[in-house]
């Protein structure tokens, strides 16, 4: 079974403070991504990476940064907290084609930046 | 970039009942195409998802249908269950790397 955790299920932080969310999964899989997901502008994301130090940006990709030194671990930086990243953050992972492109999603962060 | 359009954001269906939730796409190479349920306070998870070169999947209740000429793809679950009742996500995948553009959803509602 795949399993793809993140280090807080709830944080609650301060306008201006750096915050780290990080994820973890057990399956070897390539590809890792994060997305953001508000109440009627489903999934969207962030940014992803496909192999160890390698990132892409996403759609949404302003005020964040990531990094991905082990190929199992991917960070979620906020470098300044800002009240409109409060979200749900989802990060995923998934093989790289071979027909086994399923995305496996964590259970999610709720932030709040008070 | 890929666009994937999904339509409509709520659906309220009574037991028992077909529901039928509708995305399109934008980009003609996309070639993957999953469907995601997400039930309240949960992670999203694969249901059922299509390839191209494929019209049509099914699996039990549910099933999946692609048209690549009009570039568009639909979910259909038939005898609905209160179960079912959750928010479904449809996507697209373009290129190799795995990225995928995913609808906005729709919260589908079963009363019993």
């Known amino acids: 079974d795949v399993k793809v955790t993140q280090s807080s299920r709830y944080l609650v932080k301060r306008t201006g403070e750096k915050v780290f969310l990080e994820c973890v999964q057990d399956?070897?899989?390539?590809?890792m991504f994060w997305y953001r997901q508000d109440p009627g502008l489903g999934l969207r994301l962030i940014y992803f990476?496909?192999?160890?130090?390698?990132?892409e940006k996403g759609d949404i990709p302003e005020g964040y940064s990531v990094s991905r030194e082990k190929k199992e671990r991917f960070s979620l930086i906020l470098e300044s907290a800002s009240t409109n990243q409060t979200s749900m953050y989802l990060c995923?992972?998934?093989?790289?084609?071979?027909?086994?492109?399923?995305?496996?999603f964590g259970p999610g962060t709720r932030l709040l930046v008070l | 970039g890929e666009n994937v359009e999904q339509h409509p954001s709520t659906l309220s269906v009574q037991e028992g009942d077909s529901a039928v939730i509708k995305c399109t796409y934008s980009?003609?190479?996309?070639?993957?195409f999953p469907w995601y349920k997400q039930e309240l306070g949960k992670r999203p998870q694969l249901i059922i998802d299509?390839?191209?070169?494929?019209g049509e999947k099914k699996d039990q209740r549910i099933a999946v249908t692609l048209n690549k000429t009009a570039k568009h793809f639909s979910l259909h679950i038939t005898e609905t269950q209160p179960e079912d009742s959750a928010v479904y996500f449809c996507a697209a995948r373009t290129g190799s790397l795995g990225r995928l553009y995913f609808g906005r959803g729709t919260q589908l509602t079963v009363w019993p």
């Open positions: 990476s496909y192999d160890v130090k390698m990132k």
């Open positions: 980009d003609s190479a996309s070639n993957y």
């Open positions: 399956m070897d899989h390539e590809n």
């Open positions: 299509i390839r191209s070169n494929v």
């Open positions: 995923a992972s998934s093989l790289i084609g071979g027909g086994q492109e399923t995305q496996y």
